[in-house]
């Protein structure tokens, strides 16, 4: 099976704008999470989505935010970059929701100017 | 919520040595720990886990134990190679099926594995 992928794999933004990423998770499953990865913060959680509804968030402010489709693809989406927002962000995918191994791809690497 | 402590920061261990990483949990119902390796540039990678109703596991060099009394669980890997060279993670989350599944992580361990 291919593994999870996102794209795009690098982004550059400058301060004010907006992004958003996009997650295809393992043929199968279900469940998709999101963490950002940073040098000072390490491997935070975001959001998890499971068909198609928001089932747990992490702390973080309103500006990020997520969805899921039918084909339980997800994309995240930050609003008014800050320059904090530079990071590299994952997205996991899992069979079904709680109690299984989440599966990582390769993450997108944002650079906010 | 959850908080995973992890030591330590940096390991360096010649080839051929062992390692051991440390991790404790502050949240008592977690019942999953995985772990993670990391190699620079890529994405975390899934090395081994094991579930509260188990207090070691093992696979080939890696082993992982958990005591859930002191809410601690290691990562040990013998006769370490250059290729182990890379950031673990340890994770921990109160893992039930069919409900949330969010990894809390710990901050990291970046083993160098010398010749």
């Known amino acids: 099976k291919a593994g999870v992928t996102q794209t795009p794999r690098y982004l550059i933004k400058t301060r004010g704008q907006q992004v958003t990423l996009s997650c295809s998770p393992i043929?199968?499953?279900?469940?998709v999470s999101w963490y950002q990865q940073t040098p000072g913060q390490g491997l935070q959680f975001l959001f998890e989505y499971f068909s198609e509804t928001q089932r747990n968030k992490g702390n973080f402010p309103g500006r990020f935010s997520g969805r899921q489709f039918s084909n339980s693809r997800s994309e995240m989406n930050v609003s008014t970059l800050e320059l904090g927002d530079s990071a590299l962000y994952l997205c996991?995918?899992?069979?079904?929701?709680?109690?299984?191994?989440?599966?990582f791809g390769p993450g997108t690497r944002l650079t906010v100017l | 919520g959850e908080n995973v402590e992890q030591h330590p920061s940096t390991l360096s261990v010649q080839e051929g040595d062992s390692a051991v990483i440390k991790c404790t949990y502050s949240d008592s119902a977690s019942n999953y720990f995985p772990w993670y390796k990391q190699e620079l540039g890529k994405r975390p990678q899934l090395i081994i886990d094991?579930?509260?109703?188990?207090g070691e596991k093992k696979d080939q060099r890696i082993a992982v134990t958990l005591n859930k009394t002191a809410k601690h669980f290691s990562l040990h890997i013998t006769e370490t190679q250059p290729e182990d060279s890379a950031v673990y993670f340890c994770a921990a989350s109160r893992s039930i099926t069919g409900t949330a599944s969010k990894l809390t992580f710990g901050t990291g361990t970046r083993l160098q594995v010398t010749l």
């Open positions: 996991a995918s899992s069979l079904e929701r709680g109690g299984d191994t989440q599966y």
């Open positions: 094991i579930r509260s109703n188990v």
């Open positions: 043929s199968g499953h279900r469940s």
